[in-house]
């Protein structure tokens, strides 16, 4: 270290430099994963293992490190074991959701962003929002759709949001599920180096959902192409981020259970959102000009067959 | 924030209401289901987010005595209609304003920092049910 001058404003060293001179030093490093590699080469006691761990956003060996001494099991129907699902600042938020719609090829989401830190917040209220918006959308739709006929006589469709909000949360955590169990069957027999809890598989389907709300308000401009195009635009900037997050979880399988993985998770997401835009927005359109038709024509025979 | 006064909210809930029934509206019992509903689901939020306990009736005081600005929002729907631009820019000001000072009481009373935004959000919500009711 350079000699104390008085009051002079001292300049530490790198940690490099720092731990050249004493190579037993315990370090502090906070930056990126990629930083990790140099410090932990150097400092003794770190096994690879233990590296590739910290690297690839393997949960299990930070946890019961810091767990073995102090076991905070609080029962599941306490709030205390809810707590730590809701640890999360704005900032945080909004870099998850910034993330999601994102797609980066060298930037995992669970990687970069979750970091063994997987929040209930964001997928719950993203899903929640993502309801309201579909209804309300699909009702403005409709409104605005049968504005000018003067049969059609508008009524709110409340059973819409509950017919919305089963739709999506049940994609929000049964699909996790499903694709969280097939990994760990496949986790058993290859020897998969990644493998993602089920709160975090949650985590990024709830993200990825975010594109979906402006694609929800776009949907009520009534012109087709313009919906088709929203569709194929989120459906992309999301799934596109949920294969480059899957990728690494299923490439080392065998060719075909990869591809039909990929291909699996690409298909849901994209039945849900033609299947939303299909029975919120479209469905009344061939509707009611036939009914109206057939009650025009049916009036019309009426008064013909009462004037004579 | 120590001590929980519910005065102040029941009589803005009655304001709230009686400036609705000026405007022809009886929804007493909507503002009251509301009132409850939403008391409970922030204090289940506010439970999971904080490191500290809230009472409900902390909640219950915050959330009431954040309404004010919603009854001036329905005694002006008294004289006008809202159901326009103006009366949709009118609602969302005021739905901001309410939940902006609502978070804010709630963080500096549990000391959740960064979080603000976040507590905003449902508070919004809710506050935007009450201006539903108002507009419609």
């Given at each position: 270290?350079?000699?104390?001058?008085?009051?002079?404003?001292?300049?530490?060293?790198?940690?490099?430099?720092?731990?050249?001179?004493?190579?037993d030093?315990?370090?502090?490093?906070i930056?990126?994963?990629n930083?990790?590699?140099?410090?932990?080469?150097?400092?003794?006691?770190?096994?690879?293992?233990?590296?590739?761990?910290?690297?690839?956003?393997?949960?299990d060996?930070d946890?019961t490190?810091?767990?073995?001494?102090?076991?905070?099991?609080?029962?599941?129907?306490?709030?205390?074991?809810?707590?730590k699902?809701?640890?999360?600042?704005?900032?945080?938020?909004?870099?998850?959701?910034?993330?999601?719609?994102l797609?980066?090829?060298?930037?995992?989401?669970v990687r970069?962003?979750?970091?063994?830190?997987?929040?209930?917040?964001?997928?719950f209220?993203?899903?929640?929002?993502?309801?309201?918006?579909i209804?309300i959308?699909g009702n403005?739709?409709?409104?605005l759709?049968?504005?000018?006929?003067?049969?059609?006589?508008?009524?709110?469709?409340?059973?819409?949001?509950?017919?919305?909000?089963?739709?999506i949360?049940?994609?929000?955590?049964?699909?996790?599920?499903?694709l969280?169990?097939?990994?760990?069957?496949?986790n058993?027999k290859?020897?998969?180096?990644?493998?993602y809890?089920?709160?975090?598989?949650?985590?990024?389907?709830?993200?990825?959902l975010?594109?979906?709300i402006?694609a929800?308000?776009?949907?009520?401009i009534?012109?087709?192409?313009?919906?088709?195009?929203?569709?194929?635009?989120?459906?992309?900037?999301?799934?596109?981020?949920l294969?480059?997050?899957?990728?690494?979880?299923?490439?080392?399988?065998?060719r075909?259970?990869?591809?039909?993985?990929?291909?699996?998770?690409?298909?849901l997401?994209?039945?849900?959102a033609?299947?939303?835009?299909?029975y919120?927005?479209?469905?009344?359109?061939?509707?009611?000009?036939?009914?109206?038709?057939?009650?025009?024509?049916?009036?019309?025979?009426?008064?013909?067959?009462?004037?004579? | 924030m120590n001590?929980?006064?519910?005065?102040?909210?029941?009589?803005?809930?009655?304001?709230?209401?009686?400036?609705?029934?000026?405007?022809?509206?009886?929804?007493?019992?909507?503002?009251?289901?509301i009132?409850?509903?939403?008391?409970?689901a922030?204090?289940?939020?506010l439970?999971?987010m904080?490191?500290?306990?809230v009472?409900c009736g902390?909640v219950?005081?915050?959330?009431?005595y954040?309404?004010?600005p919603?009854?001036?929002?329905?005694?002006?729907?008294?004289?006008?209609?809202?159901k326009?631009?103006?009366g949709?820019?009118?609602?969302?000001?005021?739905?901001g304003?309410?939940?902006?000072?609502a978070?804010?009481?709630?963080?500096?009373?549990l000391?959740m920092?960064?979080?603000?935004?976040?507590?905003?959000?449902?508070?919004?919500?809710l506050?935007?049910?009450?201006?539903?009711?108002?507009?419609f």
């Open positions: 270290m350079a000699a104390v001058d008085g009051l002079q404003f001292q300049e530490f060293d790198d940690a490099e430099n720092l731990l050249g001179a004493n190579r030093a315990t370090t502090i490093s930056g990126d994963p930083e990790k590699p140099t410090n932990q080469r150097r400092s003794l006691g770190n096994s690879p293992r233990e590296e590739d761990d910290d690297l690839l956003g393997n949960a060996s946890k490190e810091l767990l073995a001494g102090q076991r905070k099991s609080a029962a599941f129907w306490t709030f205390e074991y809810y707590q699902f809701f640890d999360v600042d704005t900032y945080q938020v909004l870099d998850r959701i910034k993330g999601s719609v797609p980066l090829p060298s930037k995992n989401f970069l962003y979750i970091r063994s830190n997987p929040d209930l917040y964001g997928p209220w993203i899903c929640a929002t993502l309801v309201f918006a209804a959308s403005i739709s409709n409104f759709v049968h504005l000018g006929q003067p049969q059609y006589h508008y009524m709110p469709e409340f059973r819409k949001v509950t017919i919305a909000a089963t739709a949360y049940s994609y929000a955590w049964l699909v996790p599920l499903a969280w169990g097939f990994l760990m069957w496949r058993s290859v020897m998969n180096i990644v493998s809890s089920f709160l975090e598989i949650v985590c990024v389907y709830g993200y990825s975010f594109i979906y402006p929800a308000i776009l949907w009520i009534p012109i087709e192409w313009v919906r088709w195009i929203t569709i194929l635009v989120a459906m992309c900037l999301s799934g596109s981020v294969v480059i997050t899957f990728w690494p979880a299923v490439r080392d399988d065998h075909r259970i990869a591809i039909a993985t990929i291909s699996a998770v690409i298909i997401h994209a039945l849900l033609v299947g939303c835009k299909a919120f927005f479209d469905a009344p359109q061939i509707e009611v000009p036939g009914v109206s038709g057939s009650i025009a024509s049916g009036n019309r025979t009426v008064t013909a067959v009462k004037t004579h | 001590e929980t006064d519910l005065t102040g909210p029941v009589v803005f809930c009655l304001a709230l209401g009686a400036t609705l029934l000026l405007a022809g509206k009886v929804h007493f019992s909507y503002v009251y289901g009132s409850v509903i939403g008391c409970f922030m204090h289940a939020l439970n999971l904080s490191m500290s306990e009472s902390c219950a005081s915050v959330l009431g954040c309404l004010l919603m009854v001036t929002l329905s005694s002006c729907a008294v004289f006008f209609s809202l326009g631009i103006i949709t820019i009118l609602a969302l000001i005021i739905i304003w309410c939940s902006l000072s978070s804010k009481i709630f963080i500096s009373t000391a920092d960064g979080q603000q935004l976040l507590i905003a959000y449902p508070c919004a919500l506050y935007g049910v009450f201006a539903l009711l108002t507009v």
